[in-house]
């Protein structure tokens, strides 16, 4: 079956610190990735997507490059802020049977301190 | 602002109790579903409804009990809950049959049973 492994945490890191967050998949055939971000108080909003290989999705100064030879997609983004600090969910929806079905890795807290 | 509406956002109820969440969406999305987070952890799949019918039970037990009365409106009955029951219900909807289109999410109700 599907499965996201994501880089455990929480991480800390001081204001206009670079921040990668590492996820790995397991799927057949060719999903599309996705990068969920969750707010105190809110539910999971799209922070970006990618739906084939070597593609890059990126939003908000944050990006992520599918790589289908590692099968990885990591989060990145050159110069965090305060208000980046949320839960992070990397997400995988596959293209066998049941498309609506997403698979989300465990989450990775991010704090950010000024 | 979300495009994906739920009330109420907090529920406490008693043990004996019966209740409804109730989520809404005018996205013309045609699959929605209702999950369940628990605190540092992410969503659990819990329902799928695909063209108003159920289509995904992730053998939740039977004191939930979903409903699609339309296109654009889900609910999910509750009765005789548990402690454990207590958590972030989120529903999300997203294009039907369309692996590479993310799922919207609402941002939740948190149930609390006393």
């Known amino acids: 079956g599907n499965s996201v492994t994501q880089m455990e945490g929480p991480v800390t890191l001081s204001e206009e610190a670079f921040l990668t967050i590492n996820c790995t998949y397991t799927?057949?055939?060719?999903?599309?990735l996705f990068w969920y971000v969750q707010y105190p108080g809110e539910g999971l909003q799209l922070l970006l997507k990618?739906?084939?290989?070597?593609d890059k999705g990126s939003n908000k100064g944050f990006e992520a490059t599918y790589r289908k030879e590692t099968t990885s997609f990591h989060l990145e983004k050159g110069s965090v802020q305060v208000s980046d600090s949320a839960v992070y969910f990397c997400a995988l929806k596959g293209r066998a049977t049941n498309a609506g079905k997403s698979t989300f890795g465990d989450g990775t807290t991010l704090t950010v301190k000024p | 602002d979300t495009e994906v509406t739920q009330t109420p956002k907090h529920l406490v109820m008693g043990m004996t109790n019966k209740k409804s969440l109730k989520c809404e969406q005018h996205m013309g999305h045609r699959a929605m579903y209702w999950y369940k987070q628990k605190a540092k952890k992410p969503p659990e799949l819990m329902f799928v409804?695909?063209?108003?019918?159920?289509?995904i039970n992730e053998s939740v037990p039977s004191r939930f009990s979903p409903e699609c009365p339309n296109s654009s409106l889900l609910n999910l009955h509750l009765h005789a809950l548990q402690p454990e029951d207590s958590a972030l219900y989120l529903c999300?909807?997203?294009?039907?049959?369309?692996?590479?289109?993310?799922?919207?999410f609402g941002d939740g109700t948190r149930l609390s049973i006393l």
């Open positions: 999300a909807s997203s294009q039907q049959g369309r692996v590479n289109q993310p799922q919207h």
């Open positions: 409804y695909s063209y108003e019918k159920l289509s």
């Open positions: 799927a057949t055939g060719y999903p599309s």
């Open positions: 990618a739906t084939k290989a070597d």
